[in-house]
């Protein structure tokens, strides 16, 4: 049959016109990671398949195919543990307890400490507390009047320790007293703290609000607006705060339509920038140098040993260069989301550090010297929330709280310091070296007491590796705790240093993480039955959750005999609990 040559050029032409939309699509597939934290869509919709099921007493201990001799050790170390615990937190229990069904979010961070098929058995036997009665250096003491040395750092806002903010929020609310919380009008410590930020990031502009994730909405908002486009460039596994267009995957309800999660430290990626039209921003959090493309560490999905963190600061450099380059040539405003490292890892945040601009910067957390806040700074035609040619098209964002006088007076107590304290300028100086050399003595440390242990860290913010197949790994949070060590949430997945850890401090926390890690050791969590791998581990866990799924008890419980002795009184089974 011939064609019609008319109907052959159009054929031809709709290629034509077709090719480059699908060279644009294809490399955009390319540029994702193939992870599922490089697929937002897919993880949220794996995530809802996903079936609760609970391991018993029997299968708790021997989830790695652990012999029954083994599984009585585990079971006894734990016991040992949830003592000592209970002991240690009469009063914080009792008052986690009556206060958990009324704080949503504590709720949640208790039920997702731990990898979800231990959770029964680990909220029965391993008691804590959330509640806090006072601060001091670098320790933390909870209402039983424990204290403990503070690994949380307030999730990065204490960089110059507790005493410091205290100081600040004090002599801020004295100087800003009279005034009072008067918003809408500014006290006059704001124009100061402008003059201080825009020399710190060496930007035109700043504008305040009231936290990191407002922050952060601010910034791509004003990209949008300027730039006429719609999406938003951010890599794969880094945190912007939880609005929903930055947090395309797991925890967003719905889907973050205009939002491109794409590979960091990746030619394809720069493609990507260099040809598509409909990039707003790129959005970069400095934090992920730590970790490239994984989402913040946290003891929850540690199911077996498979977390890995390496910081290379040229690498990581050289990929900053190349990303403002390709931004540059192609007019992408480029935003570095400083709300956690900036001022932790130099005066001058992450554009000092690394030495590469942005043209808007996000910053929070200790910024409002111990008080909340979000700041952006931005070139002055990124900033500019109206258009004067079209006097009705403006760019909105206010806030009630935004430059609240306590805030601003706390920041300026913060700034003044930052800038004038020669002291403080001291604390940064051979900070890499400082806490470099802290983790290599560590682990050469945790080496010499052979567990499977090692920590890797971007300055002052760490997370702890675990050197062989295992299920157990996130049981050394209870260990740690213990030893009064305080963490968040996450567990081993982050460790967060203020600077004012002394080498004494230091020393006493080396302890007691080794300590810990040993303690462990000896009640057979590491101890691997042969043969076992991180792959066969995941293989497990899947087959698990095909049978939760399909109403079946998971894989062991139904194959191996039952010989653990129960746990003690007070140790509830999965199903037994509200
Ligand atoms: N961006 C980054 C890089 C952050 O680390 C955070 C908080 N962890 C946010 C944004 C959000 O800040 P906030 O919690 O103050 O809203």
């Known amino acids: 049959m011939d064609l019609n040559p008319w109907v052959l050029t159009a054929i031809a032409g709709g290629v034509a016109v077709a090719a480059?939309?699908?060279?644009?699509?294809?490399?955009?597939?390319?540029?994702?990671?193939?992870?599922?934290?490089?697929?937002?869509?897919?993880?949220?919709?794996?995530?809802?398949?996903?079936?609760?099921?609970?391991?018993?007493?029997?299968?708790?201990?021997?989830?790695?195919?652990?012999?029954?001799?083994?599984?009585?050790?585990?079971?006894?170390?734990?016991?040992?543990?949830?003592?000592?615990?209970?002991?240690?937190?009469?009063?914080?229990?009792?008052?986690?307890?009556?206060?958990?069904?009324?704080?949503?979010?504590?709720?949640?961070?208790?039920?997702?400490?731990?990898?979800?098929?231990?959770?029964?058995?680990?909220r029965a036997q391993l008691k804590g507390t959330a509640f806090l009665q006072s601060s001091s250096g670098v320790t933390l003491t909870d209402v039983d009047g424990n204290q403990s040395y503070d690994l949380a750092g307030s999730y990065g806002v204490n960089l110059l320790g507790y005493d410091f903010y205290k100081a600040c929020i004090d002599r801020g609310i004295a100087r800003v007293r009279e005034l009072g919380p008067v918003l809408g009008a500014y006290h006059p410590v704001v124009a100061d703290n402008v003059a201080r930020l825009k020399r710190i990031s060496g930007l035109d502009e700043v504008s305040f609000h009231m936290s990191g994730t407002e922050a952060v909405m601010q910034a791509v908002r004003l990209a949008r607006y300027h730039s006429g486009r719609t999406h938003v460039v951010r890599f794969c596994g880094a945190y912007h705060g939880w609005w929903g267009d930055v947090q395309p995957g797991i925890g967003n309800p719905i889907p973050a339509d205009t939002t491109y999660t794409l590979k960091d430290m990746d030619d394809a990626t720069l493609r990507v920038l260099s040809r598509r039209k409909d990039i707003a921003c790129v959005l970069v959090n400095p934090l992920q140098a730590l970790h490239p493309n994984s989402a913040a560490p946290g003891d929850s999905t540690l199911v077996?040993?498979?977390?890995?963190?390496?910081?290379?600061?040229?690498?990581?450099?050289?990929?900053?260069?190349?990303?403002?380059?390709?931004?540059?040539?192609?007019?992408?405003?480029?935003?570095?989301?400083?709300?956690?490292?900036?001022?932790?890892?130099?005066?001058?945040?992450?554009?000092?550090?690394?030495?590469?601009?942005?043209?808007?910067?996000?910053?929070?957390?200790?910024?409002?010297?111990?008080?909340?806040?979000?700041?952006?700074?931005?070139?002055?035609?990124?900033?500019?929330?109206?258009?004067?040619?079209?006097?009705?098209?403006?760019?909105?964002?206010?806030?009630?709280?935004?430059?609240?006088?306590?805030?601003?007076?706390?920041?300026?107590?913060?700034?003044?310091?930052?800038?004038?304290?020669?002291?403080?300028?001291?604390?940064?100086?051979?900070?890499?070296?400082?806490?470099?050399?802290?983790?290599?003595?560590?682990?050469?440390?945790?080496?010499?007491?052979q567990v499977p242990v090692r920590v890797r860290n971007l300055a002052?913010?760490?997370?702890?590796?675990?050197?062989?197949?295992?299920?157990?790994?996130w049981m050394l949070q209870f260990y740690l705790r213990a030893h009064g060590l305080t963490l968040s949430w996450v567990g081993t997945g982050r460790f967060i240093f203020s600077l004012n850890y002394s080498e004494h401090d230091f020393e006493e926390v080396?302890?007691?993480?080794?300590?810990?890690?040993?303690?462990?050791?000896?009640?057979?969590?590491?101890?691997?039955?042969?043969?076992?791998?991180?792959?066969?581990?995941?293989?497990?866990?899947?087959?698990?959750?095909?049978?939760?799924?399909?109403?079946?008890?998971?894989?062991?419980?139904?194959?191996?005999?039952?010989?653990?002795?129960?746990?003690?009184?007070?140790?509830?089974?999965?199903?037994d609990r509200a």
């Not at 698990?544 to 079946?552: T, W």
């Open 510 to 575: 080396m302890q007691r993480i080794v300590g810990a890690a040993r303690d462990m050791a000896t009640d057979g969590w590491w101890t691997t039955p042969p043969g076992l791998t991180n792959r066969a581990i995941q293989r497990k866990v899947l087959r698990e959750m095909v049978r939760a799924r399909i109403g079946l008890p998971p894989v062991n419980a139904a194959a191996s005999p039952r010989t653990a002795a129960p746990l003690a009184a007070g140790a509830a089974a999965p199903c």
């Open 304 to 449: 077996n040993s498979a977390r890995s963190a390496r910081f290379d600061q040229s690498a990581y450099r050289s990929w900053l260069e190349r990303l403002r380059a390709v931004c540059t040539e192609r007019g992408i405003p480029l935003i570095f989301d400083e709300v956690f490292v900036g001022f932790r890892l130099a005066p001058g945040g992450a554009q000092e550090y690394f030495g590469v601009r942005a043209d808007l910067v996000t910053y929070g957390k200790t910024l409002g010297g111990g008080l909340p806040v979000g700041v952006v700074c931005g070139r002055a035609s990124l900033m500019r929330r109206f258009d004067e040619d079209k006097p009705a098209d403006v760019c909105f964002a206010r806030g009630t709280f935004n430059a609240h006088p306590y805030v601003m007076a706390s920041m300026n107590e913060f700034l003044v310091a930052l800038e004038e304290q020669p002291e403080l300028r001291a604390l940064y100086a051979g900070l890499d070296d400082t806490w470099n050399r802290r983790a290599e003595v560590l682990n050469a440390r945790l080496r010499e007491a």
């Open 20 to 122: 480059p939309a699908a060279r644009r699509r294809l490399e955009l597939s390319a540029a994702k990671h193939r992870s599922l934290a490089g697929h937002p869509r897919i993880s949220r919709w794996l995530a809802a398949l996903i079936p609760n099921y609970e391991y018993d007493e029997h299968e708790f201990f021997r989830s790695d195919g652990a012999e029954p001799a083994l599984a009585e050790q585990r079971r006894q170390g734990l016991q040992r543990l949830g003592a000592a615990l209970a002991a240690k937190y009469p009063a914080g229990d009792t008052l986690n307890s009556a206060a958990e069904g009324g704080i949503s979010d504590l709720q949640f961070i208790n039920r997702n400490r731990v990898p979800f098929q231990y959770r029964g058995i680990v």
């Open 460 to 473: 002052t913010i760490w997370t702890v590796c675990y050197q062989q197949p295992s299920r157990y790994n």
